[in-house]
């Protein structure tokens, strides 16, 4: 078996040597030096009895202190006594305690062997009958043996020079061997003894620089406010409490101390996570814990800590108290309940998310005792919202829905709750059972509120709004049928034209998987080349020659014959399509323009959200480069609705497109969105007055005609040109010409023709224009089949309404009327109107009234005349 040796070293892992050791030499710095040169004041302090004792034992011994015959007795002495007043005095002195503890060593060794070896040469001259090896001299060797503690080097020394004169002049061999024996003996038991000090104060340097090390640690870790530490005593009061945590509370620490913990803590709370009771549990159990979430109970304001603790016992088993540590959780519950708010509400608009909106909606679905709830749901779509976000960029679309959701909290208050759903979309849930004719005027309310202009970024932006209503429980008694009915209700109003409200109604889901199957049909059309285009002639009013042709999109369905515009382009806005089938409208326009004859332009129509997009002009240059097309022949029509957005891009786009050298229409003028204000800086070519004005504009009493003389004024001080659209008969023509419009588009020079058809008529007849068509215009004629009661001359015969109008009517049912016949008819119960009869052919007559009827207030039928 190996015994293993401790090995003392020193700096950079040398061995010491025997000097080091013996605390002689320099040994390094992995210890304290006081294990050296500590005990050096001790024996400083002892040393007055050291002298004192051996003056009492001289002087019992005899011997003559201060004998005037022995001046060497009196030398010795002196010597004594000065080797003793530096044992006494240096070791005090701020010079001697300056000096390294290994110097120091070298200093005392000198003075502690002088001390003995006086003393002993002082008393065998003072005592000569005794000599120097006597037991007086021994016992004050080994009193200053006893002095010198655990200081074997120094005992040594002393006991060499208490020795030394009797070993080398009195001693027999045999003591000689003794005391030399004795000798060798303490300087072994002084090397030991060194070395297990060394051992024994390295480690204790260990110990005293981890703990020095742990206690800085944990004051850096307090201040740093990270956590804080706590200790209590047997009855679970505070006996320490971290400074930082007193400042925390705003409270001294002296006034903590001797608190019980459980005052500094708040009472339990099972919403919070019952951490006080808990923490209450633990401390009467007197077991450990860990992480226990509590609340302050002295702080000012709401603070959350973690605390952990564990019992202390003594080394008997006796319960000493708790001591802990606690770290401050409040930024992290702070964290967690601004992470559950977003969770809750949306970020951008502070309004419930889509989370917390089917949340509450199945709460107001659920009703009690198995009985659904009553509510409403409104789904809401911004009109035009994409048009923004794209033309100003996202952060002007983000300013924009923060502000409609501003203005739909101010509607809506205290009456439900409004959330947004995702993008432009938004739901205001309406707990309660409402009737529909307050819904619908809540919806209007925000419809008009939402459709006020908005100011972004300094631009006036003006957007709308499409509601879909389902209520619960006639219309689902789950969230999911009220958010699907919603929805559709929703693509219905959208469908409709936009900015208005829908009720939901069973139809709506034909109606919705017939749109989406147009959908698909249009996205099938658009790649296999499905849709075509038609050409309808502008014609010059002075020089009746076609000028120009609008090209008009038609799509051909192969099962359902051909679908209107009025269907396709809002589902291929909506789907994204209107992009790609724009572009190729514009292509193929332009191709089929450059075979035409070189003084015929052609019209394209550009949808708003077309014109807001920046690539716009690139892809008309690009059109017009492909074609070989004169930009001078390309016209572009754009609506009053690219207006809504009246900024910088809108005024951009104008420049860009009229460098391009392309002339621009403004179409379906005066419906809508008309302002003045664009007319002034928008460098249109032409105005386009709307089919609704042109249309029965020569009927006695229509307004139509003054509105059409004050656009062409209008348009005559701009230096604009003017279109009139719709013309369809030949009073309407011929006031059109009287009015002053420059150009006239409508049936009454023909229908759109496609790009055959056009070419073949340049063949035959060039740009002449002829005028085909109705001579007059009627008002519109509504068809029904309504049995009458006609009363003439004190009869009444039975016939039949096959279609009527506000001015006349055609009647089946009776032969051969001649024509001036005055009668009567009952069109309903108690409404009776004159007429008289223009035209009869067999069986129908057609009939002119005394005065114009308004055909949608007809009651209904009389019960006993209806078949």
């Not at 000198?110 to 065998?124: D, E, H, I, K, R």
């Not at 631009?459 to 879909?468: K, L």
């Not at 059109?736 to 229908?751: A, K």
């Not at 060039?766 to 029904?784: D, I, V, Y």
Request: proline share 4%; with cysteine.
């Amino acid at each position: 078996m190996t015994v293993s040796r401790t090995v003392i070293s020193g700096p950079q892992g040398r061995p010491l040597g025997l000097l080091a050791l013996l605390g002689l030499a320099e040994g390094g710095a992995d210890a304290s030096p006081s294990w050296i040169a500590r005990d050096f004041i001790q024996v400083a302090n002892l040393w007055p009895l050291m002298l004192l004792a051996k003056l009492c034992i001289a002087t019992l011994e005899g011997a003559q202190l201060l004998a005037p015959g022995h001046p060497a007795a009196l030398a010795l002495l002196a010597l004594m006594l000065l080797a003793d007043g530096l044992l006494m005095i240096a070791p005090r002195t701020s010079v001697f305690q300056r000096q390294r503890p290994h110097n120091q060593h070298w200093l005392i060794l000198p003075a502690v062997f002088l001390s003995g070896l006086s003393f002993s040469c002082w008393l065998g001259y003072a005592s000569q009958p005794s000599g120097p090896f006597t037991v007086p001299n021994m016992a004050i060797t080994v009193l200053a043996i006893c002095v010198f503690g655990n200081r074997r080097l120094l005992s040594t020394g002393y006991f060499f020079g208490a020795v030394l004169i009797a070993v080398t002049q009195h001693a027999s061999f045999g003591q000689t061997g003794l005391l030399i024996s004795c000798l060798g003996v303490m300087m072994i038991t002084t090397l030991r003894q060194a070395k297990a000090d060394r051992e024994r104060a390295v480690e204790r340097h260990k110990l005293d620089s981890q703990a020095q090390r742990s206690d800085r640690l944990l004051q850096e870790y307090e201040q740093s406010g990270r956590g804080w530490f706590w200790e209590t005593d047997r009855q679970g009061c505070l006996v320490y409490i971290s400074q930082t945590l007193a400042e925390t509370l705003n409270v001294p620490g002296d006034r903590l101390v001797g608190l019980p913990i459980t005052e500094i803590i708040r009472p339990g709370d099972r919403q919070q996570g019952d951490g006080e009771r808990t923490l209450g549990f633990h401390l009467s159990a007197r077991t450990g814990f860990s992480d226990i979430a509590v609340r302050a109970a002295m702080a000012r304001d709401e603070r959350w800590w973690s605390i952990s603790g564990q019992p202390v016992f003594t080394e008997y088993g006796q319960f000493h108290g708790f001591r802990g540590s606690g770290t401050d959780l409040t930024e992290m519950r702070r964290s967690q309940a601004e992470v559950a708010r977003l969770a809750q509400y949306d970020s951008l608009t502070g309004l419930a998310n889509r989370v917390q909106m089917l949340s509450s909606l199945e709460q107001a679905v659920a009703g009690t005792r198995g009985q659904p709830g009553d509510c409403a749901l409104m789904m809401l779509d911004l009109d035009r919202f994409k048009s923004v976000n794209d033309t100003m960029g996202h952060p002007a679309g983000d300013a924009l829905l923060r502000q409609v959701s501003q203005r739909l909290q101010r509607v809506i208050g205290d009456k439900g709750l409004v959330g947004r759903q995702g993008g432009d979309e938004f739901k205001v849930i309406l707990p309660g059972r409402h009737d529909q004719a307050v819904l619908g005027q809540l919806a209007q309310t925000i419809i008009a509120s939402l459709a006020q202009p908005y100011s972004i970024e300094g631009n006036a932006v003006v957007i709308g709004v499409s509601i879909g209503i389902s209520a619960c429980p006639q219309d689902g008694v789950t969230s999911d049928a009220l958010i699907r009915n919603a929805d559709l209700a929703l693509y219905a109003a959208k469908g409709d034209g936009r900015g208005v409200h829908r009720f939901y109604s069973p139809e709506m889901h034909a109606d919705a998987e017939d749109r989406r199957a147009l959908e698909e049909d249009l996205r099938h059309a658009l790649a296999a080349d499905g849709l075509h285009l038609v050409y309808q002639p502008v014609v010059s009013s002075i020089t009746e020659r076609i000028t120009g042709y609008e090209a008009l999109l038609r799509w051909q369905h192969p099962q359902r014959g051909p679908i209107s515009p009025a269907i396709f382009i809002p589902i291929a806005e909506d789907t994204g399509l209107i992009a790609q089938i724009g572009e190729w409208v514009l292509r193929t326009a332009c191709r089929d323009a450059a075979q035409w004859e070189h003084s015929i332009r052609v019209a394209v129509n550009v949808s708003p959200i077309q014109f807001a997009n920046p690539a716009l002009p690139s892809t008309v240059m690009s059109a017009l480069a492909a074609a070989q097309l004169d930009p001078e022949r390309l016209e572009l029509e754009i609506t009053e609705n690219v207006f809504l957005n009246d900024d910088a891009d809108t005024d951009a786009m104008f420049t860009r497109l009229k460098a391009i050298g392309v002339r621009l229409a403004l179409d379906d003028f005066g419906t809508g969105y008309s302002s003045l204000g664009y007319l002034k800086k928008a460098p249109f070519d032409k105005i386009k007055i709307d089919q609704s004005f042109v249309r029965g504009a020569a009927i006695k009493g229509s307004r139509n005609s003054a509105i059409i003389k004050a656009i062409v004024s209008l348009a005559e001080a701009l230096g604009m040109d003017t279109t009139a659209e719709g013309a369809e008969t030949q009073d309407e023509l011929e006031l059109i010409r009287q009015l002053g419009c420059s150009h006239i588009q409508g049936y009454v020079y023909g229908r759109p023709m496609l790009m055959a058809d056009v070419m073949d008529r340049q063949r035959t007849v060039g740009t002449l224009a002829h005028a085909e068509g109705f001579q007059s215009s009627r008002p519109e004629r509504k068809s029904m089949l309504r049995t009458i009661a006609v009363h003439h001359d004190g009869h009444v015969y039975t016939g039949r309404v096959r279609n009527i109008s506000a001015t006349g009517a055609l009647i089946e049912g009776l032969w051969n009327v001649p024509a001036g016949t005055l009668f009567a008819i009952e069109l309903s119960e108690n409404q009776f109107v004159n007429v008289t009869a223009r035209w009869s052919r067999d069986d129908r007559m057609g009939v002119e009234f005394a005065g114009a009827v308004d055909i949608s207030k007809l009651r209904a039928a009389p019960k006993a005349l209806a078949s």
